[in-house]
Every structure is written in structure tokens, then in C-alpha cells.
């Protein structure tokens, strides 16, 4: 039977070779067969404690064997799973319970104090054997042991919703993006064929659950039944760490991130034909820059290096860029390549737009913002395209090109942050009469700047206590590294706020201004 | 010591943006610490305290934890 569903597929190598390994955690190895049976008891505790199909479940708890198996026992109980980010703020984490409205938060672990904050809002699962004080449970992981490893039945269909993955939104609530099982099916299928994943790969993913990079490494390595090696909290931290934990785990495939890649390039943490088994380095996410895949395509003659590119919107990435050799200019333009099979990339007046097998069925329960991303295709009628807000160029050998964006979203650390958001949590500040915040190129570890240009009321905010209330309401990766009281904001001739006027400041009084 | 355990911890809240539950929150483990917010914290650590710490001398259980932090740096405040 050929897999319809995610779950399907670590179902068949369970069957096929049940004593492989699927997941590889530091010293600990989790087999197919004990990664199938762990999380089919999951599913029959949630399916007893009233999960139904189509539900969402939450859960809070970094990339480690404990979360993967949540993840697939969530499936297999006919729910959605929703990934969060321990790592935000318990403010934002309340709006998307919220708007998700979940059967149960799944938590255990370091996610004690923000399961507590969250449990007003919905049912708490507790996957470990003792509850902590000021936390209820619905269950336990000593009731999940009890349960038998069989699997459950459910009848999910391929086009349902695997999961919701929520990501910046310019009102200032995150926006929630369904993907169906068929979405991260098409792309796994794709990924298999042309990176040649088998059963004898070690594939390794580095980005966290939230992100939807990693249903690739996760998926696609139960598809081909090849050892997915986690990396480590501890390791991710320290470049030659990280390096060395490559070296050990003898992966072959490693899909990356450009900041990680930046990360050891700039701290000089790679040796010449370092790790001799790696064929094979992608990265999704945002741009890498040309000077690092220099640094890593010289060090690593023998590998091969793939830019993927897509929004989460279009699952996992939409088109891809073999990169045929060390390019041999610093300023050359790495383009995002052609579409991978099924999807299609067009461009309207410019803006990069998708259409095909991985277009999401839209926003979570917002037909207003799914309308309006989520077009009629202009040739085809009854499908429809997704707008990127990217712009692009084809260039003369049919490889398209990114060239900047239509709106004002950014990517920083992986993440898209649209700054609208940030706009929004600080017109909620009582402090403030008005803001504006804008982006500026950076050469540092982030590819940009975030400045903020303020009014205040009458008492005159810091940027201290501007950025702690905005701490209670943004993550981290979203706070503006530099402030700038005004008198008022500067204006155009239409009375909008002058945004390149601020930039230009913000340039050229790199000093002056920096809080 | 105790005073120390105070500046990273606010080094954390007002640099970092960073709520550290408490003083022995394992940094880690709960991903409150990436790679990136390492290289920054680091970078603070030496604006703020004139303290410098090479990424490749750092062992990482000094990184558990603000307690764990602010051992390491007063111990290497007090050799300099």
C-alpha cells in the first residue's frame, strides 16, 4: 500500500524494519518499531480522553525524540498538530491557543511555568509521570504506558490538515498556516527522487518544530527509512561543537539553515574536506550569502549544494538551485532556481507567485487574509496561486532571481517578521503617542537592523521600558536593536509616514542613535 | 557572586529580551539559549563587563544556567 498519510509512513518501516533506527538523539536510538508503538499509545490515551478528528493539539517542548513522538501519536489520532516556541513570549503563545482552540497542550520538561500560563485556555497533557506543583493534567505519561501499542484506526483523508504552523502577521496577530498531509507528501516524494534519500542516508535537521523546514528532515527520513540524527541542544550552541557532532554522526544529507552555515563559516570551524560522507548540503529560509557558500563549497569540494526556496504558505520550499560550482565572485546572485515537481512559479508584474501540489488550503479560520493571498490562477481556472509578496526576475537561462520584497516583511534568523507586527504591540503601549519601525541592511550575525522611531507621551519612555513592556508582547527575534525618541515622525507629501526618511536616518546615524 | 547572578540576569531581560524564570532554569534545555542569542549574550557580556569569553573555551555546562554564567565569570574576573 503506498502511504497516503505522514503516519503511514514510519507505520511501513516499522512493518519493514522495525529495529532500524529512526531517530538518533546523542547516545539514545529510537527504532521505527519503538517509535510507531510510543506513539500509537499517545494516540489512543488522546482518542480515550475525548480527542476527535480534526482537532488541534498543542504541544510545548524542544526538537528531541519526545517531541517527534508526540507528534506522530497527534496524528494518529485523527488531530492537527500545532507546534509552539517555548521560547516566546507567554502573550503571543495565548493568542494562538486562542485562535486555535485546542483539545489539549502537550508539555513536559523545561515547559512547566508556560503550560501553567496556558491553562485557562485549554486542557493540559503532562508527559512525564509527576505533575508540578500549580499544573493540572488531563493526563499522564504513566496513563500513556498503560494504553496498548496497537494502532488506532482514523480516518483522516490525504487533503486534511497535518498541521498549523503560525508565523508573523502584519495586524499583530500570528497567522496560522494549514498544511495537509498531501502538501508535505508531494514535497517529501520530490525530495527523495532528487536527493537519492535511502535507508542507508543519515540525514540530519536543524531547525526547531515551529519551522516548517523541518517536517522535511523528519518526513522525508521516515520515507526513505534513513536515521534521522537530531542535533543536540547543547551542540547547536557552539559552532565547533556542532562541527564535531557532523564529523561523529557521519551524516550524508544536511538540510541547514543560512545562519547556522554562517554561524561556523565565521567562527572558522570547518577544516578542509571536513566531513567525507556529506553529499549533500541544502538550506531554506532566507538568503545565504555568497561569501559563506564560498567558504563552505571550498572546504567541501565533495558535497553538492542545493538552495531551496518557498514560504511556509507553499510547504517547505517550491523551487530549487543545484549550484553548479564554487561561484567564483563574492557579489554573484545565487537565484532560487526553477520549480521542483508539481509546483509551478510565476511571476505577476514581478512578484513571485506559486501555484501547485503545495499550496496550502489557506490561513487558519481567516477567509479575509486567505482571499487575499490565496488567488485565482490566471491560466487555470479552479486553481489558484499563492502571492509571495517576494519580487523576482527570470534570467535569460530560465532560473528566476530574488530581487527584494513588494511589502515590508523581513527575514531574520530564519524567521519572517512582518515589521506591521511590531508596529502593532507598541501602538498598545500606553507610553507611546506614535512609532514607526523600519529595517536596515546589517553586516553583523542578523542580515538586518530593526529600528524604531518613537513619540512619547508626556513622560518621556526610555528605550529600557519600551523594549520591556514590548519583551511581554514580541519574541526576541522580532525587538528593535536601536531607538529614536522624536518630536515627531518624519512625513511624505501625503501625510504617510516618511519610512525611506527614517532608513536614510537610521544609515547615516549608525552612533548617534544606537540604545 | 550574588551580585553577579543579578547582572546576567538583567543582561538577559534588557539585552537579550530573554524572561529567565529563574537563576537555576536550565538555559538549555528549555531553548531559551540558541546559537545566536549564545554569540550575543556573549558579546554583551563583554560591552557590559569587560569580560571576554572565545567561543572555544567556553565548556558548556558553564552555559546551563544565569547561576552557572555568573561563576564563570567571576572566576575569570578573578584570575585577569
Given at each position: 500500500m503506498t502511504?497516503?498519510?505522514?503516519?503511514?509512513?514510519?507505520?511501513?518501516?516499522?512493518e519493514?524494519?522495525?529495529?532500524?533506527?529512526?531517530?538518533?538523539?546523542?547516545?539514545?536510538?529510537?527504532?521505527?518499531?519503538?517509535?510507531?508503538?510510543?506513539?500509537?499509545?499517545?494516540?489512543?490515551?488522546l482518542?480515550?480522553?475525548?480527542?476527535?478528528?480534526?482537532?488541534?493539539v498543542?504541544?510545548?517542548?524542544?526538537?528531541?525524540?519526545?517531541?517527534?513522538?508526540?507528534?506522530?501519536?497527534?496524528?494518529?489520532?485523527?488531530a492537527?498538530?500545532?507546534?509552539?516556541?517555548l521560547?516566546?513570549?507567554?502573550e503571543?503563545?495565548?493568542?494562538?491557543?486562542?485562535?486555535c482552540?485546542?483539545?489539549?497542550?502537550?508539555?513536559a520538561?523545561?515547559?512547566?511555568?508556560?503550560?501553567?500560563?496556558?491553562?485557562?485556555?485549554?486542557?493540559?497533557?503532562?508527559?512525564?509521570?509527576?505533575?508540578?506543583?500549580?499544573l493540572?493534567a488531563a493526563?499522564?505519561?504513566k496513563?500513556?504506558?498503560?494504553?496498548?501499542?496497537?494502532?488506532?484506526?482514523?480516518?483522516?483523508?490525504?487533503?486534511?490538515?497535518?498541521?498549523?504552523l503560525?508565523?508573523?502577521?502584519?495586524?499583530?496577530?500570528?497567522k496560522?498556516?494549514?498544511?495537509?498531509?498531501?502538501?508535505?507528501m508531494?514535497f517529501?516524494?520530490?525530495?527523495?527522487?532528487?536527493?537519492?534519500?535511502?535507508?542507508?542516508?543519515?540525514?540530519s535537521?536543524?531547525?526547531?518544530?515551529?519551522?516548517?523546514l523541518?517536517?522535511?528532515?523528519?518526513?522525508?527520513?521516515?520515507?526513505?527509512?534513513?536515521?534521522?540524527?537530531?542535533?543536540?541542544?547543547e551542540?547547536?550552541?557552539?559552532p565547533?561543537?556542532?562541527?564535531?557532532?557532523?564529523?561523529?554522526?557521519?551524516?550524508?544529507?544536511w538540510?541547514?539553515?543560512?545562519?547556522?552555515?554562517?554561524?561556523?563559516?565565521?567562527?572558522?570551524?570547518?577544516?578542509?574536506?571536513?566531513f567525507p560522507?556529506?553529499?549533500?548540503?541544502?538550506?531554506c529560509?532566507?538568503?545565504?550569502?555568497?561569501?559563506?557558500?564560498?567558504?563552505?563549497?571550498?572546504?567541501?569540494?565533495?558535497?553538492?549544494f542545493?538552495?531551496?526556496y518557498?514560504?511556509?504558505e507553499?510547504?517547505i520550499?517550491?523551487?530549487?538551485?543545484?549550484?553548479?560550482?564554487?561561484?567564483?565572485?563574492?557579489?554573484?546572485?545565487?537565484?532560487?532556481?526553477?520549480?521542483?515537481?508539481?509546483?509551478?512559479?510565476?511571476?505577476?508584474?514581478?512578484?513571485?507567485?506559486?501555484?501547485?501540489?503545495?499550496l496550502?488550503?489557506?490561513?487558519?479560520?481567516d477567509?479575509?487574509?486567505?482571499?487575499?493571498?490565496f488567488?485565482?490562477?490566471?491560466?487555470?481556472?479552479?486553481?489558484?496561486?499563492?502571492r509571495?509578496?517576494?519580487?523576482?526576475?527570470v534570467?535569460?537561462?530560465?532560473?528566476?532571481?530574488?530581487?527584494?520584497?513588494?511589502?515590508?516583511?523581513?527575514?531574520?534568523?530564519?524567521?519572517?517578521?512582518?515589521?506591521?507586527e511590531i508596529?502593532?504591540?507598541?501602538?498598545?503601549?500606553?507610553?507611546?503617542?506614535?512609532?514607526?519601525?523600519v529595517?536596515?541592511?546589517?553586516?553583523?550575525?542578523?542580515?538586518?537592523?530593526i529600528?524604531?522611531?518613537?513619540?512619547?507621551?508626556?513622560?518621556?519612555?526610555?528605550?529600557?521600558?519600551?523594549?520591556?513592556?514590548?519583551?511581554?508582547?514580541?519574541?526576541?527575534?522580532m525587538m528593535?536593536?536601536?531607538?529614536?525618541?522624536?518630536?515627531?515622525?518624519?512625513?511624505?507629501?501625503?501625510?504617510?509616514?516618511?519610512?525611506p526618511?527614517?532608513?536614510?536616518?537610521?544609515?547615516?546615524?549608525?552612533?548617534?542613535?544606537?540604545? | 557572586?550574588?551580585?553577579?547572578?543579578?547582572?546576567?540576569?538583567?543582561?538577559?531581560?534588557?539585552?537579550?529580551?530573554?524572561?529567565?524564570?529563574?537563576?537555576?532554569?536550565?538555559?538549555?534545555?528549555?531553548g531559551?539559549?540558541?546559537?545566536?542569542?549564545?554569540?550575543?549574550?556573549?558579546?554583551?557580556?563583554?560591552?557590559?563587563?569587560?569580560?571576554?569569553?572565545?567561543?572555544?573555551?567556553?565548556?558548556?555546562?558553564?552555559?546551563?544556567?544565569?547561576?552557572?554564567?555568573?561563576?564563570?565569570?567571576?572566576a575569570?574576573?578573578a584570575?585577569?
Amino acid at each position: 500500500m503506498t502511504p497516503r498519510l505522514l503516519q503511514d509512513l514510519v507505520a511501513r518501516q516499522a512493518e519493514r524494519r522495525p529495529e532500524a533506527a529512526a531517530l538518533v538523539y546523542g547516545a539514545k536510538r529510537l527504532s521505527y518499531g519503538a517509535l510507531d508503538a510510543a506513539a500509537n499509545r499517545l494516540a489512543r490515551s488522546l482518542v480515550a480522553a475525548g480527542c476527535r478528528k480534526g482537532d488541534r493539539v498543542c504541544f510545548l517542548y524542544p526538537k528531541k525524540p519526545a517531541a517527534m513522538v508526540w507528534m506522530l501519536g497527534i496524528l494518529k489520532a485523527g488531530a492537527m498538530h500545532v507546534p509552539l516556541d517555548l521560547a516566546s513570549p507567554a502573550e503571543r503563545l495565548r493568542r494562538i491557543v486562542n485562535s486555535c482552540e485546542p483539545r489539549f497542550v502537550l508539555a513536559a520538561g523545561p515547559a512547566a511555568s508556560v503550560a501553567a500560563q496556558l491553562q485557562d485556555l485549554s486542557k493540559v497533557v503532562w508527559l512525564e509521570d509527576t505533575v508540578p506543583a500549580g499544573l493540572r493534567a488531563a493526563f499522564t505519561l504513566k496513563d500513556v504506558a498503560r494504553e496498548s501499542s496497537d494502532p488506532v484506526s482514523c480516518d483522516t483523508k490525504a487533503e486534511d490538515p497535518a498541521h498549523i504552523l503560525f508565523t508573523s502577521g502584519s495586524t499583530g496577530i500570528p497567522k496560522g498556516v494549514a498544511i495537509t498531509h498531501a502538501n508535505v507528501m508531494a514535497f517529501v516524494d520530490w525530495g527523495l527522487k532528487h536527493f537519492g534519500l535511502s535507508e542507508t542516508d543519515r540525514v540530519s535537521g536543524h531547525t526547531p518544530l515551529h519551522f516548517d523546514l523541518s517536517t522535511y528532515d523528519i518526513f522525508g527520513a521516515y520515507a526513505a527509512g534513513a536515521e534521522l540524527h537530531v542535533v543536540p541542544l547543547e551542540t547547536a550552541l557552539l559552532p565547533h561543537r556542532l562541527a564535531e557532532w557532523i564529523r561523529a554522526s557521519r551524516l550524508t544529507q544536511w538540510f541547514s539553515v543560512p545562519s547556522v552555515l554562517n554561524y561556523i563559516a565565521k567562527v572558522d570551524a570547518l577544516r578542509f574536506d571536513d566531513f567525507p560522507e556529506l553529499r549533500r548540503v541544502m538550506w531554506c529560509g532566507e538568503v545565504l550569502p555568497t561569501p559563506v557558500l564560498i567558504h563552505w563549497m571550498k572546504r567541501l569540494p565533495h558535497a553538492r549544494f542545493t538552495n531551496l526556496y518557498g514560504p511556509t504558505e507553499t510547504t517547505i520550499a517550491s523551487s530549487y538551485y543545484d549550484v553548479p560550482a564554487c561561484p567564483e565572485s563574492p557579489t554573484e546572485v545565487i537565484p532560487i532556481g526553477a520549480a521542483c515537481d508539481g509546483e509551478e512559479i510565476l511571476l505577476l508584474e514581478k512578484e513571485i507567485c506559486i501555484g501547485g501540489v503545495g499550496l496550502s488550503p489557506g490561513y487558519w479560520r481567516d477567509p479575509a487574509k486567505t482571499a487575499a493571498a490565496f488567488l485565482p490562477h490566471p491560466h487555470r481556472p479552479g486553481s489558484r496561486i499563492y502571492r509571495t509578496g517576494d519580487l523576482g526576475r527570470v534570467r535569460p537561462d530560465g532560473m528566476v532571481e530574488l530581487i527584494g520584497r513588494a511589502d515590508t516583511q523581513i527575514k531574520s534568523r530564519g524567521y519572517r517578521i512582518e515589521l506591521g507586527e511590531i508596529e502593532a504591540a507598541l501602538s498598545s503601549l500606553a507610553r507611546l503617542r506614535e512609532s514607526a519601525v523600519v529595517a536596515i541592511p546589517s553586516d553583523g550575525f542578523e542580515q538586518w537592523q530593526i529600528c524604531c522611531a518613537y513619540v512619547g507621551m508626556d513622560c518621556e519612555p526610555t528605550p529600557a521600558q519600551l523594549r520591556a513592556e514590548l519583551a511581554r508582547l514580541i519574541p526576541g527575534y522580532m525587538m528593535p536593536a536601536r531607538w529614536m525618541p522624536c518630536e515627531a515622525l518624519p512625513r511624505n507629501a501625503n501625510g504617510k509616514v516618511d519610512r525611506p526618511k527614517l532608513k536614510q536616518i537610521f544609515s547615516t546615524e549608525k552612533l548617534a542613535c544606537a540604545a | 557572586m550574588r551580585g553577579m547572578t543579578t547582572e546576567i540576569h538583567s543582561l538577559f531581560a534588557e539585552k537579550l529580551n530573554i524572561d529567565v524564570p529563574s537563576a537555576d532554569t536550565d538555559l538549555i534545555d528549555s531553548g531559551l539559549l540558541d546559537s545566536l542569542r549564545l554569540v550575543e549574550l556573549l558579546l554583551h557580556i563583554e560591552s557590559s563587563l569587560g569580560c571576554r569569553i572565545p567561543l572555544e573555551e567556553i565548556d558548556l555546562d558553564d552555559l546551563r544556567s544565569v547561576k552557572s554564567i555568573a561563576r564563570l565569570i567571576a572566576a575569570r574576573q578573578a584570575l585577569a
